[in-house]
């Protein structure tokens, strides 16, 4: 037999709230000893870029000294900056592709 001197409460429910993940930029450094071609392939390789595009963005840290190359999240930007560097390590070229926060 059910007692009736017991109240019963609806459950809330809570409603969680999901945040963006934070996004990077993977950037370009300009060097006086990387050949032109050579920073073409590696962004057309890593980044998946187009001959034109990966020219331009080659093209803006030349004139520059840096270029954004791609904007994504964190894990995203660092293992593509660093398959960049190793190709150019392994080439003996001092490329560089650093990451840094969006603002």
Aim: proline share 6%.
């Amino acid at each position: 037999m059910p007692r009736k001197d017991i109240a019963v409460k609806p459950k809330q429910q809570t409603k969680l709230q999901l945040q963006k993940p934070k996004l990077y930029k993977v950037i370009l450094n300009n060097d006086d000893y990387t050949p032109r071609e050579f920073v073409t392939i590696v962004l057309k390789a890593v980044f998946r870029m187009s001959a034109d595009t990966s020219n331009r963005v080659m093209m803006t840290a030349h004139k520059f000294g840096k270029a954004v190359v791609v904007v994504c999240t964190k894990d995203i930007a660092e293992t593509k900056s660093t398959e960049a560097n190793d190709l150019a390590k392994d080439a003996s070229f001092p490329l560089l592709f650093t990451t840094e926060p969006e603002e």
